[in-house]
């Protein structure tokens, strides 16, 4: 007999049978970066140079705290190759403990940030307050930090990637090296090629529209003496926004007797804008044509003026010069971009250089063609950026002093290569926030003009080059060597407007003073990169005119910047 044979299972259709499970990726965390995180995200709120609202320090805090867990991701990977052992998973324990100390450490750092916050805002009788964007800090910083984070995780991937791709045509290591070269290349070249170039062209386009309006209460003038004006040979629609505010204000002649109470002269005021010529060269050209026209070259005092980025001249350092000069005084200044001036500084250094000394030196070949007894004296002064191309001009304190009868510079760049030649070969014994070069025989430095220039006890005979430079100025004193090294001015004692307790720390400090530059000119008058009282005492200091009482300078700095 047959046996039966076995019973077949029943088979299942297919779109019956169960679905197989699928991994669900979470985004995981290391214990080394996450202590890494928290220590940076802690240090962050120590204070820098100017006041800092929640959304800034937010920002900052989750910019610090991603450097710090790729420092603590990398610091583990090196010490488990000294140590020749694998990675192992942390235990429940330690992840409580990190709990535990981030609510505590966190909270600590987050007051202690606030009061330090206060403090700086009471230096600098700053007012304002906004207790929602407090709140909103930690959020912000969580979020920068994971979108940081998943950045790094999307170029480790794309590295993973690669390398893997690589491995079948080359060795092993020789894929990982060049994978991270080409990864590395790529995330920069995406950087700076695309969205860092995107950024500068879109915000260029954006202010090259603003450059076709015309400030608010500003007109056409209807002096020989402006350009834009009648016979000027620079149109009035090619001198842009701050051009037209250039020409199109300052003191009249009438004001300025009023305050010195002499007969004063109408000052001549020359400007070139990006319309008007294609090159620097002959835009500088077209300003000093123009200078010379309305008779620039005949007055007593003769001033060139290179601007920030936007062709932003700060009115009251020329409304000083003109007042302190009793209106028998020239002014001449060109514009080299459209951009605001912390974004020419970051990006228009070239160009603020070309404008610098292409306008000196075009204004210097018709002076020194003069006879010598009637020759102007000749100034020179720019603010920002414009002291960085005021500077290239020259190749020392000889040139300055040779050619010049008189230069003031007003927040200078921490990469101006005199105001770093003079700042770094001080006398011993000076301080980087008010150093002494060669016994201030020509070149000097204050942030306060009314207090004294140091050294007040050695003679300032023939040229004066006078720096003004507050100590809390984030454009003074950014560099990318904040990064990785502690500058003198933090070491030494602090400045009048700088809290005491500012401390160097790798990275957060370069983050912290990186930040500061937008808002450098957010803060009241003589602090931050806010120059205008101040020009009054540079300009007197500088000039040395005749006449002028202390009373005197007291109502011009009223004048120039009127009380709030």
């Given at each position: ?111 202690l940030g606030q009061y330090w916050q206060h403090q700086i805002r009471r230096l600098m009788d700053v007012t304002d307050y906004s207790a929602l964007a407090t709140v909103a800090c930690p959020f912000v910083a969580a979020l920068v930090f994971l979108l940081l984070l998943l950045a790094g995780r999307g170029l480790r991937a794309l590295y993973r990637r690669a390398s893997g791709l690589l491995g079948r045509w080359i060795g092993p290591r020789a894929a990982r090296v060049v994978g991270w070269i080409l990864v590395a290349a790529l995330a920069w070249a995406a950087f700076s090629g695309l ?265 300032w005979d023939g040229t004066r080059v006078l720096y003004l430079m507050h100590p809390s100025d984030p454009i003074v004193w950014w560099s990318p060597k904040l990064a990785l090294s502690e500058p003198d001015w933090i070491g030494e004692h602090p400045g009048s407007d700088v809290l005491g307790s500012m401390f160097w720390i790798p990275f957060v400090t370069f983050w912290q003073v990186t930040a500061d530059l937008p808002f450098a000119t957010g803060v009241p008058d003589g602090h931050g990169h806010t120059y205008k009282a101040s020009y009054v005492d540079a300009w007197n200091a500088t ?22």
């Amino acid at each position: 007999m047959t046996p039966d044979p076995p019973p077949v299972p029943p088979t299942v259709p297919p779109s019956q049978e169960p679905a197989p499970r699928k991994h669900r990726r979470r985004l995981r965390f290391t214990l080394p970066g996450c202590w890494g995180a928290l220590l940076l995200a802690c240090l962050s709120f120590t204070p820098s140079l100017l006041p800092r609202g929640g959304v800034l320090q937010g920002l900052i805090c989750g910019i610090s705290a991603a450097i710090g867990y790729g420092l603590g991701v990398v610091g583990a990977y090196v010490w488990r190759a000294f140590a020749d052992r694998e990675a192992r998973s942390p235990s429940r324990r330690s992840w409580l403990v990190l709990l535990v100390s981030a609510i505590v450490l966190f909270g600590v750092s987050f007051g202690l940030g606030q009061y330090w916050q206060h403090q700086i805002r009471r230096l600098m009788d700053v007012t304002d307050y906004s207790a929602l964007a407090t709140v909103a800090c930690p959020f912000v910083a969580a979020l920068v930090f994971l979108l940081l984070l998943l950045a790094g995780r999307g170029l480790r991937a794309l590295y993973r990637r690669a390398s893997g791709l690589l491995g079948r045509w080359i060795g092993p290591r020789a894929a990982r090296v060049v994978g991270w070269i080409l990864v590395a290349a790529l995330a920069w070249a995406a950087f700076s090629g695309l969205l860092l170039s995107g950024i500068v062209n879109a915000a260029n386009e954006a202010f090259s529209l603003r450059d076709n309006e015309t400030p608010e209460g500003v007109h056409q003038p209807t002096s020989m003496l402006r350009s834009g004006g009648p016979d000027s040979l620079v149109p009035w629609d090619s001198l842009g926004y701050q051009g037209r505010a250039f020409t199109g204000s300052g003191p009249s002649a009438q004001s300025i007797a009023a305050f010195t109470h002499r007969t004063a002269q109408e000052p001549i005021r020359a400007y070139a804008g990006l319309q008007t010529s294609d090159d620097t060269e002959t835009r500088a050209a077209r300003a000093v044509a123009d200078l010379e026209r309305a008779g620039g070259f005949a007055r007593k005092n003769l001033l060139v003026m290179t601007t920030t980025g936007s062709g932003w001249v700060d009115p009251a350092a020329v409304d000083s010069y003109e007042y302190l000069a009793n209106g028998d005084a020239a002014s001449v200044a060109i514009q080299y971009s459209y951009l605001p001036s912390w974004m020419s500084y970051l990006v228009d250094q070239s160009k603020a250089r070309e404008a610098g000394r292409d306008l000196f030196d075009a204004v210097y070949d018709k002076w020194s063609k003069l006879p010598q007894d009637r020759r102007p004296r000749l100034f020179v002064a720019g603010e920002s950026l414009g002291s960085f191309g005021g500077e290239t001009a020259f190749s020392g304190e000889a040139d300055l002093r040779n050619r010049t009868a008189g230069t003031l510079f007003a927040g200078p760049p921490n990469f101006n290569t005199l105001f770093r030649k003079f700042s770094d070969h001080r006398d011993a014994g000076s301080p980087e926030i008010e150093p002494v070069y060669r016994e201030g025989r020509t070149v000097r430095f204050t942030d306060d003009p009314t207090a004294g220039i140091s050294p007040t006890d050695r003679p300032w005979d023939g040229t004066r080059v006078l720096y003004l430079m507050h100590p809390s100025d984030p454009i003074v004193w950014w560099s990318p060597k904040l990064a990785l090294s502690e500058p003198d001015w933090i070491g030494e004692h602090p400045g009048s407007d700088v809290l005491g307790s500012m401390f160097w720390i790798p990275f957060v400090t370069f983050w912290q003073v990186t930040a500061d530059l937008p808002f450098a000119t957010g803060v009241p008058d003589g602090h931050g990169h806010t120059y205008k009282a101040s020009y009054v005492d540079a300009w007197n200091a500088t000039m040395r005119p005749e006449g002028f009482t202390a009373q005197d300078l007291d109502r011009l700095r009223d004048i120039v910047s009127p009380p709030k």
